[in-house]
């Protein structure tokens, strides 16, 4: 008898990822999912890989970050990618899928597989052998309890409350002032005055603005350290500036007093150039969010690089709990992957799919797989899932910021981010050329 499968647990998009990596590395796999006996809210069928929001599976723009991840994954012999080439329908510049075309491609491959098992059932408890919990953001109650007593209660998270983030070269700096709350800290934080009337109408827009509907699954009441920036203009015209716009301990240095209301933006730890919106986390439909942001001074020609959101995900606060190469510290034996681990987005959910795939394959194997380069897409996300500060820990998707900068500066915009690509694939081409060769023929 050989060595016991490897147990992933999920059969969405980093489960059947992860599932093929393990595979094609040689090694037995058992495939978890609980539908069709238990469904989760959103999905509507039993298939592997559904896709429950958007078609999408963002930009194939060259030289995007959203392409440069892809072009990674494809690199490495992305089971999810192949299937949604294959299901390819048109949408413009973005990689657009026929769902159910995906969903049966994605079966067909695994199934095809004589070293993976596909098993109808739902995970309450944890397998003794080698574990990938991938079990996505409708993650179930048993499962989140055993997830809980894994990471620890207070680093599970049932919602998600992101910030928007802008990019440090796109601020008008004249109009902003550095400066922590009451001084304390370092001058990681840039401040946007507002007198009464620019905040007067900075909240009427909010209260104007459209929302993104709520999913049923996600009609709960907010929890009220995490409130969303609207429903926090509804309660009160001096809410706002009691919250997160308050201004005491922020006296503007041009004039000596606090202004009437303020933005904090404080800089990202492991994003270059680029500063989060303080406690601006919101539901607000994304053309009406970027018309509000840039309605604060400092911000009239700010670029977004990511939306503020707030809705229900259950995901770990995993630089607190997961080790450079996903595995749960408190257990070795088990990697978590998806959504899960504090990623947002498809891609990058098939990204550490891949990643937990490829790791759970060189234990089972008794080898040691070193984490794919910084320089890289796939090791940028990384990086950030597993070594961000745990405290606030928001998930994220791939853009520019993730990557290091590059050794000599380039000024000028596209080139910068084709220079970054370019370094990026070398790096990871020679990162996957040792892995490649120890493929089982």
């Known amino acids: 008898m050989g060595p016991a499968p490897v147990k992933v647990i999920g059969g969405g998009l980093a489960g059947p990822e992860a599932a093929w990596q393990l595979a094609r590395q040689g090694v037995a796999v058992e495939l978890w999912e609980m539908r069709p006996r238990v469904f989760t809210p959103a999905h509507q069928t039993s298939a592997l890989g559904e896709l429950v929001c958007s078609n999408s599976l963002k930009s194939e723009a060259p030289n995007s970050a959203p392409w440069l991840l892809k072009q990674e994954l494809r690199r490495g012999d992305s089971l999810l990618l192949a299937c949604a080439a294959q299901a390819a329908v048109p949408g413009g510049q973005a990689l657009t899928v026929d769902r159910v075309q995906f969903s049966a491609a994605i079966e067909a491959a695994l199934t095809a597989l004589p070293q993976v098992s596909i098993r109808r059932e739902e995970a309450t408890a944890l397998p003794s052998d080698i574990t990938i919990i991938a079990s996505g953001p409708l993650t179930s109650a048993p499962l989140a309890r055993v997830l809980a007593e894994l990471a620890g209660h207070e680093h599970l998270y049932f919602y998600d409350a992101i910030s928007p983030i802008v990019e440090a070269d796109s601020l008008d700096y004249e109009r902003m002032y550095p400066g922590s709350r009451w001084g304390k800290g370092g001058d990681d934080f840039w401040n946007c005055p507002l007198d009464r009337a620019q905040y007067e109408q900075f909240r009427q827009a909010i209260l104007e ?3 993104y509907p709520l999913h049923a699954f996600e009609e709960t009441g907010f929890f009220e350290a995490c409130l969303p920036l609207e429903e926090l203009a509804r309660r009160g015209p001096e809410t706002l500036r009691f919250g997160p716009m308050k201004p005491v301990g922020l006296p503007d240095p041009r004039t000596g007093r606090p202004p009437y209301a303020a933005v904090q933006l404080r800089r990202e730890n492991l994003r270059a150039d680029s500063f989060n919106l303080v406690g601006f986390q919101n539901h607000l439909r994304f053309g009406a969010q970027a018309q509000i942001l840039r309605l604060i001074p400092g ?3 700010a670029r977004i690089v990511r939306f503020g959101q707030v ?5 770990l606060a995993a630089p607190a709990v997961l080790t450079e190469r996903l595995q749960f510290r408190r257990n070795p034996r088990v990697w978590a992957a998806g959504q899960l681990c504090g990623t947002e987005g498809y891609v990058e959910a098939i990204a550490t799919g891949w990643l937990a795939g490829r790791f759970a394959a ?4 008794g080898r040691t797989l070193a984490p794919p380069p910084r320089t890289t897409a796939l090791g940028s996300l990384l990086h950030y899932i597993t070594a961000s500060s745990a405290h ?9 910021d993730l990557l290091p900068p590059l050794e000599t500066p380039v000024r000028d915009r596209e080139q910068r981010h084709q220079r970054q690509c370019a370094r990026a694939l070398t790096d990871c081409d020679a990162w996957l050329q040792p892995q490649r060769e120890a ?3």
């Open 392 to 400: 606030g820990y928001a998930p994220a998707n791939m853009t520019f």
């Open 362 to 365: 060189a234990e089972a194997q």
């Open 209 to 211: 603005a459209d929302s």
């Open 299 to 301: 911000l009239e020609r």
């Open 439 to 441: 493929v089982p023929a």
């Open 311 to 315: 809705h229900r995900n259950s995901y």
